[in-house]
C-alpha cells in the first residue's frame, strides 16, 4: 500500500496543520452507569491521583466508583442542557468559531477541531481523523489556562500515546499555557467589568481556581504560580478600569478538593464562609482556570458555593460565568495559536 507522504512533496503542494483544542471531558449521558464509566478513566490516571498504584485501584474500585458515582449523576442532571453536557457543547461551540477565525487568517490548510482527555470525543479518534486527512502539523492546545500536571500534561500523556503507534509522525507542537496572555487577561476583565456595569461592585471578588493537593506543588508543579500570575495580571487590569474596586477586594481560593490530604489554599468554601461571617455581604465570584463552564462552575460554585455563603450570612452572591465563546475569548485563544501557526507558514 502506497503511503499518502512521499519521500518528495511537490513544492506547490500545501501543508496541512491540524489545531487540536483539549478539555477535561465528561460523562456521556448523567446516569450512573456513564457517571462511572467516566470516572474509572479519569480517577485511573497516574497523573490526576498519585497514590501508589495498588492502594489507589483497590479504594477506587472497592470505594469511590460504588459509590460517587450515584451521586455525581444527580449533581450532572442538575447542569445538562437539551443539546448536552454544557462542557462538550460549548467546547464544540468554541471549535466553530475558533476555526472560522483561523480560516479567515491561514485559508483551508489549517483544521481546528476538538477533543476530551476523557470520555468523547476522544483524543484518540480526533487524531486518527487528523491522520486520515494527512496532516503533517500537528498543533496542540489544552484549554487549561494555569499549566498543571494532571491536565495539561496528562493531555500530553494522551496524545503521545497516539503518536507512538503511528508510522509517520508528525511535527508537533504543544502549548502547555496561557495564563499570562494579554487577550485572555482582557477577555476575563471584560466579563468582571459587564458584570460590576450590571450588579455593582462586590464587596470581595473571589477568583476561584480548581483545586491541587499541596503535594503536587511541593514537588514542583507550577500552577499554584500560574494562578497566582493571572490573579495579579487580572487584578491591575480590573484596577486600571475601576475607581471602586481596591486591591483588599481580590480574595484567591480554590474549589473542589478531593480527600484528606491537604490541598491548595485557602479553601474557597471555607473562605466564603469566613468572608459572610466578617460582615461582607456582596460577593462575586469567577474561575479563570476554567475556559468553559462544567459541573465544577455551574453547580459548585453557582449552587453548592453560593448556599455557604448565604447560609453564613451573605445576601447577594454572583457567579461569573466563564469565557466559554464569547467573541474575545475566541479571540485570545487565535492570538495563543498565532505563534506557532505563524512559524508554521514561513516553512
Same mark, same amino acid.
Given at each position: ?33 456513564? @457517571? ?34 450515584? +451521586? ?24 466553530? +468559531? ?36 494527512? @496532516? ?90 500560574? $494562578? ?31 480527600? +484528606? ?41 453557582? $449552587? ?31 492570538? @495563543? ?11
Amino acid at each position: 500500500m502506497k503511503s499518502r507522504f512521499s519521500a518528495k512533496k511537490d513544492r506547490n503542494q500545501s501543508v496541512k496543520t491540524g489545531v487540536l483544542l483539549t478539555n477535561l471531558g465528561s460523562p456521556e449521558q448523567p446516569t450512573t452507569q456513564a @457517571v462511572r464509566t467516566y470516572l474509572r478513566e479519569f480517577l485511573s490516571d497516574p497523573r490526576v491521583v498519585e497514590i501508589p498504584r495498588i492502594i489507589w485501584l483497590i479504594i477506587l474500585h472497592g470505594i469511590i466508583l460504588r459509590v460517587r458515582p450515584k +451521586k455525581s449523576a444527580k449533581l450532572y442532571q442538575s447542569v445538562w442542557t437539551e443539546q448536552g453536557a454544557p462542557l462538550v457543547v460549548t467546547s464544540q461551540a468554541q471549535k466553530q +468559531k475558533v476555526a472560522a477565525k483561523l480560516a479567515q487568517q491561514y485559508g483551508d490548510d489549517v483544521i481546528v477541531d476538538v477533543a476530551m482527555r476523557y470520555g468523547e470525543p476522544s483524543i484518540a479518534k480526533v487524531l486518527e481523523k487528523f491522520q486520515q486527512q494527512g @496532516v503533517e502539523n500537528l498543533v496542540v492546545l489544552p484549554l487549561y489556562p494555569q499549566y498543571a500536571g494532571p491536565t495539561t500534561a496528562s493531555t500530553f500523556d494522551a496524545v503521545s500515546n497516539v503518536l507512538q503507534t503511528w508510522r509517520y509522525v508528525p511535527s508537533l507542537h504543544f502549548i502547555n499555557s496561557y495564563h499570562n496572555n494579554d487577550l485572555y487577561i482582557q477577555a476575563l476583565a471584560n466579563t468582571v467589568s459587564e458584570h460590576i456595569d450590571k450588579h455593582g461592585t462586590p464587596d470581595k471578588l473571589v477568583l476561584s481556581y480548581h483545586g491541587m493537593p499541596e503535594l503536587f506543588y511541593q514537588s514542583g508543579d507550577p500552577y499554584y504560580d500560574f $494562578c497566582k500570575i493571572t490573579t495579579e495580571l487580572l487584578k491591575d487590569m480590573l484596577l486600571s478600569r475601576s475607581e471602586q474596586l481596591k486591591s483588599e477586594s481580590f480574595v484567591m481560593t480554590f474549589q473542589s478538593r478531593f480527600g +484528606k490530604a491537604q490541598w491548595l489554599q485557602p479553601y474557597t468554601d471555607v473562605t466564603l464562609e469566613q468572608l459572610a461571617k466578617d460582615g461582607h455581604k456582596h460577593i462575586a465570584i469567577i474561575s479563570p482556570a476554567f475556559s468553559a463552564d462544567c459541573l465544577e462552575t455551574l453547580e459548585e460554585l453557582e $449552587c453548592e458555593n453560593r448556599e455557604v455563603f448565604m447560609e453564613a450570612g451573605g445576601e447577594q452572591y454572583h457567579y461569573i460565568l466563564a469565557l466559554n465563546d464569547r467573541e474575545d475569548h475566541v479571540a485570545a485563544i487565535v492570538d @495563543v495559536l498565532a505563534p506557532t501557526l505563524d512559524s508554521l507558514s514561513l516553512d
